[in-house]
């Protein structure tokens, strides 16, 4: 059952208040000016700016006047439900923006008294219109909450379909494939209808043909004013990120997993994946190529900045950030160091009075019961602190164990850094470097090489394999200096999680001698 099948109900069904929680009033208004019609009922509308505006059967217009005050407003409705046989005909009044004022306490009472008359007359219904939902307790038994959904892949195609005969008619014709429209279409999921046609004639206007990067942009503004999410420009490839080839296959298996093809061959969308690993091992940079890979947004969701600010304002904050998730899927939401975000879940109740375990609780419950396209891409460098339940089945699709690269990895990432500073890897001896760069993960690698070369640009030389070396020589890395947990890591990974590399065909991992080390100098 949709909205507008709901709320038709909500009405024939005598519900005496109605709280509709959504941005897009123009369009909602519309829809119950529809559904007002269908029942007989005449339409009235209020703002704190407008006062009561009443329209009649021939949309005429007449206002109430000093009702702009909300108190003053209500006490008005209420005076005009009069019981009995000679009652007027049926209305349905349309409150919006009335949520500032839900903390008055003449406000809640009156709104409890208009519900308890209203349950008396027929064919009255008082409808609150707000984009955000604020319910005092006094009046949850009164109120009936609906959510209004954004507009679906029908309401998008019809919204493309015009913009394109609005062009035709300027004398522009466009020509526009089926695979192009469907990337459209998902592109504009998750925005307003109003949204969705101020991008699409701006993109029109500008570039004469609908861009799927000025809908992205779009996007891009809804994120920002949220504070919590951060948006990603990936570049990134898979061809520039060195080992980790089982994890690779398996997300370019799901390349499509987002297309109506695959809906139609009977998959369901991927729920997400969990890289566990060691620091600076590539786990955030695999999640940027796999964005890049499946052209979709990347969202970083930020747990620290959730438990910022008052008491009380992380709950709303959590759900806010889902409901902006989910306005802007299909997308891919990164979730950096998983396990610290978690860490004060199991002392909740004695350190912050249970605000983590609740805001844990509903990221949980939305990671399992979630139905919208939104793929979760979490790391974590640690598993002790991590809840069980986050690990069950359900909430993942699978586990990686990132580990640190072996010895034809460390070629990889080292011939790719060399690339990246516009070096030919051919005039180094990159075996030699990974040889020698033992425990080192590729963060450790990458800094070598800028090291080499801070060198050699103060000596004023071109960087050769003997200023990587020195830098090498002079770098502990961090599994030497955290090998008890890296070890308990392994162990733990070898039994619950699947290898993001392959097998090391024989290339050592380990840390070489002093001995071997002075051997390929």
């Given amino acids: 059952m949709n909205a507008v099948e709901q709320l038709d109900i909500l009405i024939k069904a005598a519900y005496p208040i109605i709280y509709i929680v959504s941005f897009e009033e123009a369009r909602v208004r519309e829809q119950l000016k529809h559904l007002a019609k269908t029942r007989s009922r005449l339409i009235t509308t209020w703002s704190c700016t407008q006062g009561l505006i009443h329209f009649d059967e021939q949309d005429r217009i007449m206002k109430d006047e000093g009702t702009e005050d909300p108190l003053a407003m209500l006490q008005t409705i209420d005076e005009k439900l009069v019981p009995g046989p000679n009652t007027s005909k049926g209305t349905l009044w349309i409150l919006c923006d009335l949520h500032p004022y839900l903390d008055d306490p003449f406000i809640i009472r009156k709104l409890r008294e208009i519900a308890d008359k209203i349950k008396t007359i027929r064919g009255k219904t008082l409808v609150i219109l707000a984009p955000v939902l604020k319910l005092p307790t006094e009046l949850e038994k009164q109120i009936t909450v609906l959510d209004w959904p954004l507009p679906v892949q029908e309401d998008i195609e019809q919204m493309i379909t015009n913009a394109i005969a609005d062009m035709e008619q300027r004398g522009i014709k466009l020509t526009i494939d089926k695979s ?9 999921s998750g925005l307003t209808s109003e949204e969705v046609e101020n991008v699409l004639s701006k993109s029109l206007t500008q570039t004469k043909t609908i861009d799927v990067k000025a809908i992205i942009e779009e996007k891009k503004q809804i994120i920002r004013k949220e504070g919590v999410l951060e948006y990603f420009d990936v570049i990134e490839d898979f061809d520039n990120i060195g080992g980790m080839d089982n994890l690779k296959v398996w997300l370019m298996k799901r390349g499509k997993a987002f297309s109506d093809e695959a809906k139609e061959y009977g998959l369901s ?4 994946v969990l ?15 796999a964005a890049s890979l499946w052209k979709l947004p990347l969202i970083k969701l930020d747990l620290g900045k959730i438990f910022e600010g008052v008491v009380g304002g992380s709950e709303a904050k959590i759900n806010r950030a889902i409901i902006f998730i989910e306005k802007i899927a299909p997308c891919i939401l990164m979730i950096d160091e998983l396990d610290k975000g978690f860490s004060g879940m199991g002392s909740s109740n004695m350190s912050d009075a249970g605000t983590t375990a ?5 990221f949980l419950s939305w990671m399992n019961d979630k139905t919208s396209p939104v793929f979760i891409v979490a790391t974590a460098n640690a598993i002790d602190t991590l809840p069980p339940e986050l690990l069950r089945k359900g909430r993942f699709d699978d586990i990686f164990f990132v580990d640190l690269p072996c010895v034809k990895e460390k070629e990889e990432i080292f011939t790719i850094h060399l690339k990246k ?3 030919d890897p051919s005039k180094f001896r990159v075996d030699v470097l990974a040889e020698l760069a033992g425990d080192f993960s590729g963060a450790e690698i990458e800094a070598a090489i800028e090291e080499g070369m801070f060198t050699a640009f103060d000596s004023n030389e071109e960087v ?4 990587i070396l020195d830098a090498i020589n002079e ?3 961090l599994a030497q200096t955290m090998n008890d947990k890296i070890d308990a890591l392994r162990k733990w990974a070898s039994t619950r999680a699947r290898p993001a590399s392959k097998k090391d065909n024989g290339y050592s991992v380990t840390t070489i001698t002093a001995k071997r080390a002075l051997e390929i100098n």
Avoid: M, N
């Fill in 464 to 467: 050769t394999t003997d200023h």
């Fill in 475 to 477: 770098t502990v890395p």
């Fill in 180 to 188: 192009e429209r469907e990337k459209i279409v998902k592109s504009c």
């Fill in 275 to 289: 890289l566990l690993g060691v620091q600076g091992c590539g786990k955030s940079l695999i999640c940027k190529a």
């Fill in 421 to 423: 500073r516009k070096r």
């Fill in 269 to 272: 969308f991927p729920k997400g």
């Fill in 358 to 362: 609740r805001v844990i609780g509903t």
